[in-house]
């Protein structure tokens, strides 16, 4: 089984990226990846996250069991409307994660608005996603150490491990929070083997961000040491029972 739990869709106005469905598909019969949930790309306006949550939502109708939805609105959008497009992705799309991209909408998630988001997520029983690395400082994985003991029984997901650079910062969170789990798209194998080894590969996560890089993200897993087993929790099992997946929903 291959869950890709970072993958992205719709039109990013930070990154000038176009995310296209027709890329995951070929992604999908490539490489055999089961289900995808999908997050929208970067954007600013609540019209515009409407709009690609609805997008996401009728992708994952049309196709169910192939992709989920996590929701991506900016956290900085005043309160009332922030938290009433979380309850409609969790609620009404049933959408399984939160997602908080830290660089493109510029918000520290140990911060006023980014606490906000890890209270709706547990009410609502979703993890969060957040996004790491490049852009410091809101994106240093250390930002989540305060977030995780407020929340010991909130999954969240750091995001590409701090892309290298700040991979020290995701180990040391990690070893200290059993509920930091990570999305190991942009990082080294060697950290992954040795990651895996000493904090059990139940908390590691297949990711691919984007969908061309999915040949190079299997490699990586396939190539680093891991025994079977722990290939198997790194690309599906852990990401099934971190985000509910029920046992026949991937495929």
Partial sequence: MIIDVHAHLGEDRVFDESFT??????????????????????????????????????LCRRHPGRFAGMANPNPHLPDQLYE?????????????GIKIHTSAH????AGRDGRRVFRLA???????????????????????????????????IIAHCGMMVLAGETYLAMKQHDNLYAD???????????????????????GTDHADNCGTELA???TSGLTDD????????????????????AR
């Fill in 106 to 109: 510029g918000v520290n998630p």
């Fill in 230 to 249: 722990e290939q198997a929790w790194v690309l599906g099992r852990a990401a099934q029972q971190i985000y509910k997946l029920p046992a026949g929903e």
């Fill in 220 to 222: 990586k897993v396939r």
């Fill in 21 to 58: 469905e027709q890329e995951q598909w070929d992604k999908i019969r490539e490489y055999g990846v089961d289900l995808t949930i999908l997050q929208p790309a970067s954007v600013h306006t609540l019209e515009e996250v409407q709009a690609q949550h609805d997008t996401i939502a009728e």
């Fill in 122 to 156: 547990e009410e609502y029983g979703v993890p969060v996603m957040v996004h790491t690395g490049a852009g410091i400082p809101f994106a240093n994985p250390s930002n989540l150490m305060a977030v995780a003991a407020d929340h010991p029984q909130l999954p969240i």
């Fill in 184 to 206: 190991i798209t942009w990082t080294g194998g060697f950290l992954i083997r040795n990651w895996v080894r000493e904090l059990g590969a139940h908390r590691f996560l297949f």
């Fill in 84 to 96: 009433a497009e979380i309850r409609r992705c969790i609620g009404e799309l049933g959408f399984v």
